[in-house]
């Protein structure tokens, strides 16, 4: 009669020895091979989680493999598997879990059937705790991103690894226009998992960009060997200058006091003068070293030239000598 055994073999770096957990209940016909492996803390990167069972045929006759169903999650992968397993004949059955995107506990179920009469069924789950390898964090002051002014984002990398892992130092690619380089010295700990952590600041210079809108660099670190980490870094370019409001409506028989906020988000200015609009007291709210002031004018629609108008603010900044703000008089 032919018979069918299964053990794992863990193919990861720094897991622990797999731990068997009791088979699950009976169920209706032959109970199932059902084999639990608990390979507890597990790092992971972008790389798939793999391992290998393998199969044993204990009888005396060839053992069919029937099929293989699709595994849970749908990332994962099982195979290939042989279609028969020869009297006394052991294989290896890779999968591969693809684990970005799950942290913490996790759990894979794998399914094959085999022609033998006894136990045709084979479940095979694999349970881990996944822990990060390597975790990214902003840090310190963020840089206000503007047309033409390059900008720096500062982060906490931390890298974790096997007490008896390589410390290999990765090297740093970064999308055109990106500058990415390690700063300061590198801080080691005790990780979750039993693993060992070296935590280090990493800054990235921002390219100069015109286009304003959210912009999005990759960084991506490589060891020897092949091994790679990517990370998405994402920023928006605002503009230099920001009026509030920048529009108002009056009607044809109303004047009206208002406030005017000028902004800049990269350095110092002062407001000269005004155009088309009464200044209120002249007052031109906050001192020459502030990168924002407001302007208290008296807006009369008898200056309106047109149904659409505006007040012009001249400042001292170069890039920036006019700013206006819009007047609409409904005729």
């Not at 069919?64 to 290939?80: F, H």
């Not at 015109?210 to 060997?225: C, H, K, M």
């Not at 902004?263 to 110092?268: A, F, G, H, I």
């Not at 209120?280 to 070293?289: E, K, S």
């Amino acid at each position: 009669m032919a018979k069918l055994s299964v053990t794992l073999l863990a193919a990861i770096c720094g897991c622990t020895r797999p731990t068997p957990v009791p088979s699950v209940g009976p169920s209706q016909g032959p109970a199932p091979i059902h084999q639990v492996e608990d390979l507890g803390a597990i790092l992971i990167d972008d790389r798939p989680l793999e391992a290998s069972f393998i199969l044993a045929n204990p009888g005396n006759r060839p053992l069919q493999i029937t099929s293989s169903s699709p595994p849970r999650p749908c990332s994962s992968s099982i195979g290939p598997t042989p279609e028969n397993l020869g009297p006394g004949a052991t294989t290896r059955i890779p999968v591969r879990v693809k684990t970005k995107g799950f942290m913490g506990p996790f759990r894979a179920d794998f399914f094959e059937t085999s022609d033998s009469p006894d136990r045709p069924q084979i479940n095979l789950t694999l349970v881990a705790n996944l822990v990060e390898a390597v975790s990214i964090a902003e840090s310190g002051p963020v840089e206000v991103a503007t047309p033409g002014r390059p900008s720096t984002k500062r982060f906490r990398l931390t890298l974790r690894r096997a007490k008896s892992g390589s410390s290999d130092v990765p090297r740093i690619e970064t999308s055109p226009g990106l500058v990415a380089s390690f700063e300061g010295p590198t801080s080691e700990q005790e990780g979750p998992g039993g693993s060992q952590e070296s935590a280090r600041d990493l800054s990235a210079r921002l390219p100069a960009l015109e286009q304003l809108g959210p912009q999005v660099a990759e960084i991506v670190l490589n060891w020897p060997g092949g091994r790679r980490w990517t990370h998405d870094i994402q920023w928006d370019v605002i503009p230099s200058w920001r009026v509030v409001p920048k529009s108002i409506v009056l009607t044809p028989d109303e004047s009206r006091r208002v406030t005017v906020a000028a902004r800049s988000t990269d350095r110092p200015f002062r407001i000269l003068t005004v155009a088309g609009a009464t200044l209120d007291g002249h007052r031109i709210v906050a001192g020459a070293d502030s990168a924002g002031q407001s302007v208290e004018v008296r807006l009369d629609p008898s200056r309106a030239r047109s149904a659409a108008s505006r007040v012009d603010f001249m400042t001292d900044d170069p890039r920036n000598p006019l700013v206006s703000l819009n007047v609409i008089v409904p005729r």
